[in-house]
């Protein structure tokens, strides 16, 4: 099984810093999903990325396949990015995902 | 188009009862699959299919069933409930497997059990 480590778990910061999530895995994959849940619970797909760089938005996803390593950069944060962000990464061979514990992200005005 | 519809939102149950969680999909996504969030923990796999017909175990798949009678609607059966099955159940579906599609989930339904 694929396995998967966020950090931070709980990230606080002001309105308009950078924000940087991080996602590690250990097992080489085919793509990688970054998901966004909000207080309200629903669960949102913002990317799904397999090599280099994805921007929407003010939200960029970057993957390094050799380090097994991805980051969820916010810029210019809103307290309306406040969420929970998720990686998810496939496990090898089969049709199954393993999910992050998630990073609480609280935007303060 | 409506996405992912879960329902009910919400649902109480005694201990030893059984219900079912329903789960349509309206993109023609042949890949569905049940999770279970709890606290501290990533989202969980309880069961999936591939498609109409095709069902298959995850992660933590005791106490639930399913079936997949066409491509549009998964139900999940909790066969008799349980206090360690509250939890936010989650469906989702995509038009490929092995996490090479975007995932589009339900609203969640929240579920206790006393």
């Known amino acids: 099984k694929n396995e998967v480590e966020q950090s931070p778990q709980n990230l606080t910061a002001q309105e308009g810093e950078f924000i940087t999530i991080n996602c590690s895995y250990s097992?080489?994959?085919?793509?990688l999903h970054w998901l966004q849940q909000h207080p309200g619970g629903g669960i949102v797909s913002l990317f799904m990325?397999?090599?280099g760089k994805k921007k929407h938005g003010r939200l960029i996803a970057t993957i390094n396949i050799q380090e097994k390593h991805s980051s969820l950069h916010i810029t210019a944060s809103h307290p309306r990015d406040s969420a929970v962000y998720i990686c998810?990464?496939?496990?090898?061979?089969?049709?199954?995902?393993?999910f992050g514990t998630g990073t609480r992200l609280t935007i303060i005005p | 188009n409506a996405g992912v519809t879960q329902t009910p939102k919400f649902q109480v149950l005694k201990t030893g009862q059984s219900m079912t969680l329903q789960c349509a999909q309206d993109?023609?996504?042949?890949?569905m699959s049940w999770y279970r969030q709890d606290p501290g923990m990533g989202l969980r796999l309880i069961h999936y299919s591939v498609g109409a017909g095709i069902t298959d175990q995850g992660e933590v798949p005791n106490g639930y069933n399913v079936s997949r009678s066409t491509t549009e609607d998964f139900p999940l059966r909790l066969l008799s409930a349980a206090p360690s099955q509250t939890s936010v159940y989650f469906c989702a579906s995509s038009s490929g497997t092995g996490g090479r599609s975007p995932l589009h989930f339900g609203n969640g339904t929240r579920l206790t059990v006393t």
């Open positions: 993109m023609n996504h042949e890949y």
């Open positions: 990325l397999s090599s």
């Open positions: 097992v080489g994959i085919s793509a």
């Open positions: 998810a990464v496939p496990n090898f061979g089969n049709e199954k995902l393993t």
